[in-house]
């Protein structure tokens, strides 16, 4: 694969990490939480690395791993907004599975061709 469609790929990705959870969280603020959640999208953006030699083909799709990572970006929201630590278990958390539905996403983009 040529670095310019690993870059596009890359750039493809990106909306997946800037997702807004905050509606996933009624019982609170929703300025508070698309705040908090914007604050955490851009931490990930700055964090996440996508590493092209763990991704392996993939015909399944990316729901499993696109469903845990919205789990856990919607459980550091809510701690945060209760605890306000930036940098926690939730956070690296939310990463970890960030990583996950990347590998796994990058490799569907493999297996069903161009984007």
């Known amino acids: 694969m040529t670095a310019d469609r690993h870059a596009e790929l890359e750039q493809a990705f990106?909306?997946?990490i800037l997702v807004d959870v905050g509606g996933e969280l009624p019982d609170v603020n929703p300025v508070a939480?698309?705040?908090?959640?914007e604050e955490l999208?851009?931490?990930?953006?700055e964090s996440f690395e996508p590493r092209w030699e763990t991704v392996t083909p993939n015909p399944s799709g990316t729901a499993g791993h696109?469903?845990?990572y919205l789990q856990?970006?919607?459980?550091?929201?809510r701690r945060y907004l209760h605890t306000d630590?930036?940098?926690?278990?939730?956070?690296?958390?939310?990463?970890?599975?960030?990583?996950?539905?990347w590998r796994e996403?990058?490799?569907?983009q493999l297996t069903a061709g161009p984007a």
């Not at 856990?72 to 929201?77: D, G, I, P, S």
């Open 14 to 16: 990106q909306p997946h």
């Open 105 to 108: 996403w990058a490799g569907y």
């Open 41 to 45: 999208s851009l931490w990930l953006l």
């Open 33 to 37: 939480a698309q705040a908090a959640c």
């Open 72 to 77: 856990a970006k919607t459980e550091w929201l």
């Open 85 to 101: 630590r930036r940098d926690s278990p939730e956070a690296h958390a939310c990463l970890d599975r960030l990583q996950a539905f």
């Open 66 to 68: 696109h469903a845990a």
